[in-house]
């Protein structure tokens, strides 16, 4: 019951903000530090919580912190260039060291399945014309869909 508990209160916490982190990004292209990094400590207190509590949990741990360290790694390149809001790479670590828990190394898909709903939201939005090209798109929305997308395929 209470390994129950720990595993779903990052699963919680990402859907109690996917809402108001949607509307942020969407109204001012940005995401509040206030509701990306608490999942961080969060979902990564709960996964230490898990796999001390249950020793055969170690490599889910292991897979979940490495996985969240690539993604780092490759948000802060993309940032470095311009391409990537911090916002984003925080938000793109916390969804994919919660992800990683359930799903494993299929939680680094994130960002491409994103960039791929932000691709054909392009695509789409040009030819019906309510893009241009140059238009800014909040790439938020496209990271938590894409969660949501994964954890769902990935669970069941």
Do not use: C
């Not at 939005?125 to 949501?148: D, E, N, Y």
Request: hydrophobic share 65%; aromatic share 8%.
């Amino acid at each position: 019951m209470l390994n129950t508990l720990i595993q779903v209160l990052p699963v919680i916490y990402f859907t109690a903000v996917a809402v108001p982190l949607v509307i942020t990004d969407i109204r001012e292209h940005r995401l509040p530090n206030k509701l990306t990094l608490p999942a961080i400590p969060l979902t990564l207190g709960s996964w230490l919580a898990l796999a001390v509590m249950d020793s055969n949990r170690w490599a889910d741990f292991a897979v979940a912190v490495g996985s969240a360290v690539i993604i780092f790694a490759l948000g802060l390149g993309a940032n470095a260039i311009g391409s990537l809001g911090m916002g984003d790479v925080k938000l793109a670590v916390g969804l994919v060291l919660m992800l990683a828990w359930f799903i494993g190394l299929w939680a680094l898909l994130v960002p491409i399945v994103a960039l791929v709903a932000v691709a054909v939201h392009i695509l789409v939005g040009v030819r019906v014309g309510i893009l241009r090209a140059g238009s800014s798109l909040a790439f938020g929305p496209h990271l938590i869909g894409s969660a949501v997308l994964l954890f769902g395929v990935g669970v069941f």
